[in-house]
């Protein structure tokens, strides 16, 4: 396993990642889910995400029993607030109110003193960004929150939350959790040069487009119905017989280096320095060892041409 540094910052984290959208806590079945983080961990993943809402608290809760048996060091730990997890008019958004009190609530179910990243799950319109930035900044100073993110911000709402910081002298962003993969690509426009510019690293969500870039399907009759793919819609979307033919292009040119289709998607990537790790789901153990072959393959040039190419 390879490891890059988070943004600007100094800390290290895996260039493969593991989440827990859609997986633990509910989709996938708690012995697997357990089998998957510990794989994952042996094998070098050193960098696991949540979020306050997956499962209403229950994937904060499994991660943090099975994290519990490792050294809190050695680890880290990542999770999110904005979604709703109340019927109130407080129970969302980015309020200070909010998220101090999620905050505390996520400690709580990770059975943790502090996580290492705390993600704004989304930009929150109602909410001033000082208010934001001043509650996030008192987390860090009382040490439950190392680093400051976000997710699924535009570049403007990110400068705009860098120039606060810098008035007050508050915490900054080092991270943004974006989706990007072979087919959704709007961060290499904006996203990337910011983070560039300002010392935003990326960790990307969904880089195999929801099992898509695996190669599983060879047709839009290979999706079952109970399947993250048909759930999130992508069947009447994203998965198509032109995007299904396109990864079969693909897995000509990965069977050629000797990688899977999914290692080659990874792989490329990971080819963007700006990049700190690719996030990747896992409803098997086995799934987590084949991703991470991913980690440390660099793709000669005359592959990635042939695959911009097949992409355009």
């Known amino acids: 396993m390879k490891y890059r540094r988070l943004g600007g910052s100094g800390l290290k984290v895996s260039e493969i990642s593991l989440g827990s959208w859609l997986t633990y806590g509910g989709y996938v079945e708690q012995e697997n889910a357990v089998n998957s983080i510990e794989t994952a961990y042996d094998q070098g993943i050193n960098f696991f995400d949540t979020a306050n809402v997956y499962e209403r608290g229950a994937a904060e809760e499994l991660l943090g029993r099975t994290l519990k ?59 001033p960004l000082e208010e934001t930035l001043r509650a996030l900044d008192d987390l860090v100073r009382q040490g439950k929150a190392l680093y400051i993110g976000v997710s699924q911000w535009t570049a403007a709402q990110m400068e705009a939350a860098l ?13 943004n959790q974006p989706i990007y993969n072979m087919f959704e690509r709007y961060i290499e426009k904006e996203i990337i040069p910011l983070g560039e510019r300002k010392g ?19 047709s839009l ?23 299904i033919h396109t990864v079969q292009q693909l897995a000509q040119i990965a069977d050629e280096l000797d ?33 991470i072959g991913a980690s440390g393959v660099e793709l000669p040039a005359d592959a990635l041409e042939r695959i911009e190419g097949i992409l355009s």
């Open 221 to 243: 009759e290979d999706i079952p119905a109970d399947s993250r793919a048909a759930k999130l819609g992508w069947k009447e979307g994203r998965i198509n017989e032109e995007t």
């Open 69 to 127: 048996a490792y050294p809190r060091e050695s680890y880290v730990l990542a999770t999110k607030v904005f979604g709703k997890m109340g019927d109130g008019p407080n129970d969302q958004g980015l309020s200070r109110k909010h998220i101090t009190e999620q905050a505390h609530a996520s400690l709580r179910r990770l059975g943790v003193e502090y996580v290492d990243i705390y993600y704004c799950h989304r930009f929150h319109e109602e909410t």
């Open 259 to 291: 990688l899977k289709v999914g290692q080659l998607a990874l792989a490329w990537i990971l080819r963007q320095p700006n990049v700190s790790s690719a996030l990747v789901g896992a409803s098997r153990p086995e799934q987590i060892s084949e991703n």
């Open 163 to 175: 120039a606060v910081a810098d008035r007050y002298l508050l915490d900054r962003i080092v991270v």
């Open 200 to 218: 935003i690293g990326q960790v990307v969500y969904s880089p195999l487009a929801q099992g898509l870039l695996t190669g599983k399907y060879s």
